[in-house]
């Protein structure tokens, strides 16, 4: 792992709850002005789709590059209120994400349980394959069938990952609830509900708006959403010196600041993404609600300072951090794996 002082860094964040429980208040104004303007734009952007789709397909699908992305807005609304934090109501949380989740195609209750999950155990090597990109060590893939070794080289590949993997994640894998342990039992059923849900709404649009008209442009924006959804989720906990553990050696700051990412973009890119880019904040407390995690960072660089800070172009990178290498304590590529083990052999 690149050289961080642990010590110093937990000496520094030492009073982190003191710092961060201010921007835990959440804001009825901001949640209101973001629910309205992510609407906006949403609504807004299918009447245009639709419009255009009578003219050309096309022309409707080149609309839903950015219109996944406000999917992708809406999604972080959906994933607040799962953390209770969007607004001061629970009540008013499930109800705002119960709504999200008919856009997003994402089941409210279990996937926001499911996410808790993640956050519990962010970086443990023991659970990267619940809530996050799947992650295997160097051993773990060396002890794999080559039919296996294969299929883990094609999930992990960018082109199936950031393109129909993303979209079978929203579509298709979330409706089913795969986790049958006791911490997911009170909210498996949850996902027959909202599948049912989902299934009356959808049927309703395509009733009033024509099937294939109103399936291929939603479809097509749920396509650019999983793409982005997936790639969120990659560069945040997939980075070359991101901090993984075993369980019986972690740490929940060290995990929050050094096993996930700060995405360092534009003011346009963290509007479009629901503020996610200050990931590790939002690791840290995952009770701030996302249109207070700017103001967190802007106040604190002492945030900053201890995480891994990445740009647009530094992220591009991180499709090559393939495997957990423990000894080398890092992520490396396929490639990097197999001059490795030609070395040691």
């Known amino acids: 792992m690149s050289s961080f002082n642990k010590e110093q860094m937990l000496e520094d964040l030492k009073n982190w709850n003191t710092i961060i429980r201010k921007y835990q208040m959440p804001s009825t104004k901001d949640a209101v002005i973001q629910l309205a303007n992510s609407f906006s734009f949403y609504i807004a952007l299918l009447i245009l789709q639709f419009y255009l789709y009578d003219k050309s397909i096309l022309l409707s699908a080149a609309v839903a590059i950015l219109n996944g992305f406000i999917l992708g807005r809406i999604f972080i609304i959906q994933h607040d209120c799962g953390h209770s934090s969007f607004t001061k109501s629970r009540t008013a949380n499930d109800i705002i994400g119960t709504i999200c989740s008919v856009c997003t195609l994402i089941p409210y209750k279990y996937w926001a349980k499911n996410h808790s999950f993640h956050h519990a155990h962010n970086g443990q090597l023991e659970f990267s394959d619940i809530g996050d990109i799947e992650c295997l060590s160097t051993e773990q893939y060396a002890a794999l069938n080559w039919k296996k070794k294969f299929a883990y080289r094609i999930y992990r590949n960018p082109f199936y990952l950031f393109t129909i993997g993303g979209f079978i994640y929203v ?9 049958n342990t006791d911490f ?11 599948n049912a849900l989902f299934i009356a709404c959808y049927a309703g649009f395509a009733y009033l708006l024509g099937p294939g008209r109103f399936l291929i442009v939603q479809f097509i924006n749920l396509l650019f959403f999983g793409a982005y959804a997936l790639w ?4 945040q906990h997939q980075y070359e010196h991101i901090y993984k553990s075993g369980k ?15 995405y360092k973009l534009p003011w346009i890119g963290h509007w479009l993404t629901g503020n996610i880019g200050f990931h590790h904040i939002h690791h840290l407390s995952p009770a701030i609600p996302n249109y207070n995690l700017p103001k967190a960072h802007r106040e604190n660089p002492i945030f900053e300072k201890h995480t891994n800070t990445i740009t647009f172009w530094q992220s591009l990178k991180t499709v090559q951090a393939n495997l957990w290498d423990a000894q080398r304590q890092k992520m490396v590529s396929f490639g990097e794996y197999k001059r490795n083990r030609k070395q040691k052999s």
Do not use: L, P
């Open 184 to 194: 997911f039992k009170k909210v498996r059923k949850s996902v027959n509900i909202s």
């Open 171 to 179: 579509v298709i894998y979330n409706r089913f609830a795969f986790m």
């Open 232 to 235: 969120f989720f990659y560069i």
């Open 248 to 262: 019986e050696n972690w740490n929940y700051v060290v995990a929050a600041m050094k096993g996930s990412t700060y």
